[in-house]
């Protein structure tokens, strides 16, 4: 039921009992019956001008009229003071109000009806407009009061205009209250989960279960005192009457809190109804009276203002810290539990009222400063009794609050039974047989006397006491024991030694070994010493813990670890629940998987400093663990290693941790603050998944990838920021944290990502702050951009990594003392495929770096040469220079790799980068020798003392072997000399390359030069001012092919090293910069482009493609008929064939005066044309035409079989080699399409239009192998 404005103020002085609760600021009349004076004026809606800052404190109203309201048409509030006067009138009406104080006002609750709209203004801010009409009351919420109120004179403004011409009215009000809606009247005001139920017309809240809270929080509050007060009690085990009563006299969980400071509500049985309020229903009768045993009659009992509570608080305000208030519950424990709550306040006392509040207590704080308590305690009451002028007022706050929350009461009864336990442990160790442990009678003795000195002089808080206490009962169990110190000196005879002492083997629970023990000794231990609760393997030899020694001894509580120890198996300890501690030997390396998984006591672990391995689950759900060190030895957390530990709270990393792996810290919900070691490279998925108090992460510069999910539904993170280190995020590491709502990321290129930071949620009111450089890269990359608020931040990382394709415009403002490392990498982006960086740098900036690097592959060029990016590549529109240049360069080993560099290189500083590369070598070129006819002289191996100069190529190959296992590739970081030609890398400007001449008496061996890509990019070869051919090394097929710039859109690897001879004129080639990409597609070149490329010549040329092929590998030949072309070897036109130096690959090249030719221009009278099909073995190869040419047909004839076919994009010709060397058993013929080819007889023509297929769909002419033929549509086997 709504309770009036009246009952309210009953509620608040009668069940609150406390006049800070509300202030009625401005009176609303209706509600009161009571009339309210104002000054205003009445305005016609047509005509009318509204003055100029009406609404405004500083108006001069000296001029308007009183107003007496509530205002009102006589026929709808029959208590009006006024009339309303004629419609279609606006009013403009001001009231005064007077506050000496705000420090009870948190909330303002304006009241108001009106007809037609209304706008409201409290000291000039808009606080209430709505152009609808409002009948009844409504009430609005006005949460900041201490941005609109002052001291002194405020001035409540409101304006409503009637337009309907029928009914007018207004009336409105203002009241002051502590907290919003404390009566819990209606769904606003608090926040968290709760609900709200109604009986005996009194509306109340409540909630059942655990991990929930209702609270309200303030900003810009005072410090000092205050009292949250209520009405409240809770119920546990309300579904068994015996079970509560029982635990009748435990504290709830359920509590009142004001930030840190908490009190347990009532249980329903400290106070009994004597009359049966709750109607005969849903309670319990007590003791005489009644108690309620749901909440449904809860209301009942807290309208007639039982259940009172209250918690007291100093709060001191810090930086952006509010204060909170309210009831929560989070316990421990889960079992049935409701509470239910109403008449929520909360009051501040300054110093003055403070005073007067200790003044009332003294003899209590007397009495209890005179019994044992904490020396702080003791202190601070002391200090107040004798000086209490000079006590400030926070620490006569805490004074009064800790009195009245009975914290220091409860310190008192906490040091009475520290004494008790005292006494009880003094006791049994007067009381001991001859069975006992000496080290835990020494340690009883030992800790005996600390406890009594802490008594005597207050040193322990109340959690060391109840720790102390726990400890000394845990003695006296100990102190109880059978214990045996037994020396195996015989391997085996551990159960006789035992024997000789005992009757029984249950009868020992601690014993002491040393010596050797073997599989029966280990055997007795598992099976027979069944009562254990204590085992000291100290002086035990034993390296390797056997798997499973202590699988499932709960009762096992303490351990002492071999000296010796170095693994500890799978399961060894699990769930060993008895165990609270454990020390690791300094000498243990390994702990495997499951070894401690279930040890729901452990308090903490503390893990040596040698330890290397620790495995999968070896800690997992060891619920109670609070503490986790570790060492700078271990590299790697394992899977689920610390996974599902509820209480875990303090995680200490090392420096040398790199990887934390999936699901590492996963369910560990009282994890607060993760601070990541400067070596942390990689997260894993899910690793901290559902950490659902986590606020505070410090991610460490040096951090490359973070998981999917990890970290998944951690609720409480509010801002996180990521290093500049950082490259993969992954699908999304921050799912569901629902909270999250500012991210910085430090990182040049927006690290890759698939969905949004954080996933499943309303990206609605979240920010993002990256560095200005790259703020429209992030505006326009996947993830990243679904932000609807991105900003800049002044922020230059000192290193930065590219994975992607960025574009960077560098400013003129860049500062010239920046120097990042720079470096272009490649990893797997979510795919089984390698990405490569690339980087584009435009702008008018100066970019000086300390260390530029990136990555060149061309074994993964081998793996997947049908990627177009397998090369890292920089395409520089800007100025840019490094104090460092380095390439990471990877070779295949069972090919050579032609390469080249943009610098200068002295070979013996090349450095093996991956193990096992233990030989390698590098050659160059000597065109000379070829020229000279000495064409097996022609590669010359360098040493370490030689260089490798910037432009010129060469080849390496490595040879890796690990462990007698072959390696397929090898890793090389090739640094630049520090000279001249360091920086070529960064060059923005076209280059030219010198060609040498090289004469020689025959045309194919003269001029050859084996150079290389300048720039460290791709490069498109028709943008080079060239037209002879190129040739270049095929590493899929491990055999070289030549390329036309004028024919062919071949693109250079960023690195790639190729022969080209020098024509006799053309001394130079112009690489065009407008060459350079980024990945080797082709793009398609406008006529101007194209024209240069083709040199404009308008010869008409006709080019056939032509493949030999065996089941793997596939060379390439040329021929182009060109009536500009002569007969003779022409070196702008013409490439001679390199031949394999792999004997196994296939060769086709056409055949000419003694020349092999790899492309071969001539006239187009010349239209056969003899081919060498160099076959390495007896086996089927197969002859193809790459494209088919317009008006021509293009006819093999093979000698050998006497037979023609046409070669088209069906057709292949398939034969079976009987030598290895085939010289001019082939001809191709060129023939116009309507000229027949009278050589085919008519015979041959019909075998033609059999139509036979291979299974994969390539015609050709015949089969040459056993399988399944498709002809006429029809399956036939060859067999």
Not at 387 to 399: C, G, H, L, W
Not at 900 to 919: R, W
Not at 1116 to 1145: C, G, H, L, W
């Amino acid at each position: 039921m709504k309770k009036s404005f009246l009952m309210m103020l009953v509620a608040t002085s009668v069940c609150c009992n406390d006049t800070k609760a509300q202030k009625v600021l401005l009176q609303s009349g209706q509600t009161s019956q009571q009339q309210w004076t104002g000054v205003g004026i009445q305005l016609p809606i047509d005509g009318g001008v509204i003055p100029e800052g009406w609404y405004k404190t500083n108006f001069q109203e000296k001029e308007w009229n009183t107003i007496h309201g509530p205002l009102s048409t006589n026929n709808k509030w029959p208590n009006y003071q006024s009339p309303w006067g004629d419609n279609n009138t606006t009013y403009l009406v001001r009231r005064h109000f007077n506050i000496e104080s705000l420090n009870n006002i948190n909330v303002l609750e304006f009241y108001c009806v009106h007809d037609d709209g209304c706008e409201a203004y409290l000291n000039d801010s808009l606080i209430y407009s709505s152009s609808a009409v409002v009948s009844n009351y409504a009430k609005t919420n006005i949460y900041n009061v201490r941005n609109l109120l002052k001291t002194g004179d405020n001035v409540l403004a409101v304006k409503v205009s009637d337009t309907g011409g029928r009914d007018a009215y207004m009336d409105f009000g203002l009241i002051g209250t502590s907290l919003a809606n404390s009566f819990f009247d209606y769904n606003d005001g608090w926040k968290g989960s709760y609900d709200r139920s109604t009986y005996d017309n009194n509306t109340q809240a409540h909630k059942y279960g655990k991990n929930w809270t209702c609270e309200q929080s303030f900003t810009n509050m005072a410090a000092g005192l205050y009292k949250l007060s209520a009405n409240a009690c809770g119920l546990n085990y309300y579904n068994d009457n015996n079970e509560a009563i029982a635990h009748k006299d435990n504290p709830l969980d359920q509590k009142l809190f004001i930030g840190k400071d908490e009190v347990s509500i009532p249980s329903v049985f400290s106070e009994i109804a004597e009359t049966d309020i709750y109607n005969g229903s849903y309670r319990w009768e007590y003791n005489g009276g009644y108690v309620p045993s749901s909440y449904n009659r809860v209301p009942a009992a807290l309208k007639r203002n039982m259940y009172q509570t209250e918690v007291w608080s100093y709060y001191e305000p810090k930086e952006s810290e509010s204060l909170t208030a309210g009831i929560h519950c989070y316990p421990n424990s889960d079992i049935d539990r409701w509470a239910a709550w109403d008449n929520m306040s909360l009051s501040y006392y300054t110093e003055e009222e403070v005073n007067v509040l200790l003044n009332s207590i003294v003899d209590d704080l007397t009495d209890l400063v005179s019994k044992p308590m904490s020396k702080n305690y003791k202190e601070m009451i002391q200090k107040y009794l004798e000086q209490k002028s000079s006590v400030d007022y926070a620490t006569k706050s805490r004074i009064y609050a800790f009195t009245k929350n009975n914290v220091f009461a409860e310190n008192i009864i906490a040091y009475e039974k520290l004494y008790q336990s005292y006494q009880m442990l003094a006791d049994s160790i007067s009381n001991l047989d001859n069975f006992v442990s000496p080290a835990t009678i020494e340690e009883a003795n030992n800790f005996k006397a600390e406890v009594l000195a802490a008594h005597e002089t207050g040193a322990y808080t109340n959690e060391e006491v109840e720790t102390a206490i726990q400890k000394m009962n845990r003695l006296m169990e100990r102190l109880s024991y059978t214990y045996l110190d037994i020396s195996v000196d015989v391997p085996g005879s551990l159960g006789d030694s035992i024997l000789k002492y005992v009757e029984n083997f249950i009868d020992v629970k601690s014993i002491k070994l040393s010596g050797t023990l073997n599989a029966d000794d280990i055997t007795t231990i598992q099976t027979r010493l069944t009562s254990l609760r204590e085992i000291d393997l100290a002086d035990v030899n034993m390296k390797d813990l056997p798997n499973k020694l202590f699988y499932q001894r709960s009762a096992i509580e303490l351990i002492k670890l071999p000296k010796n120890s170095v693994t500890i198996g799978e399961y060894a300890f699990y769930q060993c629940n008895g165990l609270k501690n454990i020390d690791f030997p300094s000498t243990l390396n390994t702990i495997k998987e499951n070894a401690f998984a279930g040890c729901n006591n452990l308090q903490e672990v503390i893990l040596p400093e040698k330890l290397s391995s620790l495995e999968g689950y070896a800690f997992y759900s060891c619920d109670n663990i609070k503490k986790v060190k570790l060492p700078a030895s271990l590299a790697s957390i394992s899977p689920y290693a610390f996974g599902d530990i509820y209480n875990l709270t303090d995680i200490e990393f090392a420096e040398g941790l790199t990887r934390i792996e999936e699901h590492a810290f996963s369910d560990c919900p009282s994890v607060k603050t993760i601070k990541f070691p400067t070596t942390l490279s990689y997260i894993g998925n899910n690793a901290f998944y559902k950490n659902k108090a986590l606020t505070d992460i410090l991610f460490n510069e040096g951090l490359y990838q973070i998981g999917d999910n990890a970290f998944y539904h951690c609720d409480a993170l509010k801002e996180i920021t990521l290093p500049s280190s950082l490259v993969l995020a992954n699908s999304s590491p921050f799912d569901h944290c629902d909270n999250l709502v500012k991210v910085t990321c430090l990182s040049i290129e927006p690290p890759y990502m698939t969905d949004q930071i954080p996933y499943g949620c309303d990206m609605a009111g979240r920010e993002l702050y990256v560095p200005a450089l790259s703020i429209n890269t992030y505006k326009q990359t996947t993830g990243w951009d679904k932000f609807p608020t991105i900003k800049p931040i002044d922020y230059l990382p000192e290193n930065f990594t590219v994975l992607s394709n960025l574009k960077l415009t560098l400013p003129e403002t860049i500062p010239a003392d920046y120097k990042p490392n720079v470096a272009l990498i490649h990893d797997k982006k979510g795919s089984n495929y390698y990405n490569y960086g690339s980087l584009t740098v435009n702008g008018a900036g100066t970019l000086s770096m300390n260390n530029f690097s990136l990555i060149w592959d061309p074994n993964w060029d081998y793996n997947n040469n049908n990627r177009n990016q397998n090369f890292c590549s920089l395409v520089n529109n800007s100025h840019l220079r490094a104090d460092s240049v380095s390439v990471q360069f990877f070779t295949r080993n069972d090919r050579w790799t032609f390469v080249t560099f943009p610098f200068d290189v002295k070979v013996s500083e090349i450095q093996p980068t991956e193990a096992g590369t233990t030989n390698w070598v590098i050659r160059k070129y000597d065109g000379a020798k070829r020229a000279a006819g000495e064409v097996n002289k022609t590669w010359i191996r360098l040493n370490g003392d030689d260089i490798l100069n910037a432009g010129e190529g060469y080849i390496i190959q490595g040879s890796r072997y690990i462990e007698n296992s072959w390696k397929d590739f090898s890793g090389f970081k090739v640094k630049a000399i520090n000279n001249a030609r360091k920086n070529n890398i960064f060059t923005s400007n076209n280059i030219d390359v010198t060609l040498n001449e090289y004469q020689s008496e025959f045309a194919h061996n003269r001029g050859w030069n084996l150079i290389g890509n300048p720039y460290p990019c791709y490069y498109d070869t028709r943008y080079m001012d060239f037209t002879a051919p190129i040739t270049v090394w095929n590493i899929k097929n491990n055999t070289y092919v030549a390329y036309s710039p004028v024919d062919d859109s071949y693109i250079l690897c960023p690195g790639e090293a190729f022969f080209v001879q020098c024509p006799v004129d053309k001394k130079v080639i112009n690489f065009d910069k407008n060459g350079r990409q980024t990945n080797r597609t082709a793009r398609t070149l406008d006529v101007q482009t194209m024209a240069k490329a083709n040199n404009l010549n308008e010869a008409k040329r006709i080019v056939v493609n032509l493949t030999l092929s065996d089941d793997k590998n596939t060379d390439y030949t040329r021929i182009v008929f060109n009536d500009q072309s002569s007969m003779d070897y022409e070196m702008d036109k013409d490439a001679n064939k390199f031949i394999s130096p792999d004997a196994s690959v296939p060769q086709l090249y056409s055949y000419h005066n003694n020349v092999n030719y790899a492309i071969n221009e001539r006239p187009l009278s010349e239209n056969a044309v003899t081919l060498y099909a160099k076959t390495p073995s007896k086996a089927i190869y197969t002859i193809a035409l790459q494209k088919e040419i317009d008006g021509y047909k293009i006819v093999l004839e093979d000698k050998a079989l006497n037979k023609r076919v046409v070669l088209d994009s069906e057709t292949a010709y398939m034969f079976n080699a009987s030598s290895v060397e085939n010289p001019n058993r082939f001809i191709l013929y060129l023939q116009r399409e309507t000229t027949s080819i009278d050589s085919v007889n008519e015979d041959e023509e019909k075998e033609n239009t059999k139509e036979i297929y291979t299974i994969s769909g390539m015609k050709v002419s015949e089969p040459l192998s056993k399988g399944i033929y498709i002809q006429n549509g029809k399956k036939i086997v060859i067999k």
